[in-house]
């Protein structure tokens, strides 16, 4: 788990697989991020190719997280397997995607919400 910032946004980079053993590690870097206050957050999964129900569940407390903050957040760089988990379990229309940070940045310039291309 990698953090860092860029035109006032926080991305924090996961790499691995998103499961029992990086899921805290994700809550606490998120936590770590949102006493910065930044504009959005950016979580980039573009190296993650699998995601548990533990990961899953480290998501959507980000996501909860980033709500109560009235803070955007985006999903960059989803794979198609990890898309497929977020899909199978009704999630997937819950994040913002895109398909890399760069892209994501530019869509969320408000820093509120992030919106779609």
């Given amino acids: 788990m990698r953090s860092r910032f860029e035109r006032e946004w926080a991305i924090l980079t996961v790499t691995g697989d998103l499961d029992r053993s990086t899921a805290e590690r994700l809550k606490n870097a998120a ?3 949102w ?3 930044p504009a959005g957050l950016v979580l ?6 699998f995601c548990d129900s533990v990961g899953l569940s480290g998501l959507v407390y ?6 109560a903050r009235d803070m955007g957040l985006a999903l960059a760089g989803v794979e198609p ?3 497929r988990i977020l899909s199978l379990t ?3 229309s819950a994040f913002d995607r895109f398909h890399s940070v760069e892209e994501a940045l530019e869509a969320g310039e408000d820093g509120q919400r992030f919106e779609p291309p």
Avoid: P, Y
Avoid at 44 to 49: G, I, K, R
Avoid at 62 to 67: A, F, I, T
């Fill in 44 to 49: 980039d999964l573009a190296t993650v190719s």
């Fill in 35 to 37: 006493k910065t206050e």
């Fill in 81 to 83: 397997r990890v898309e």
């Fill in 31 to 33: 936590r770590t991020v």
């Fill in 62 to 67: 980000v996501l909860r997280g980033c709500e």
């Fill in 90 to 92: 009704r999630l997937l």
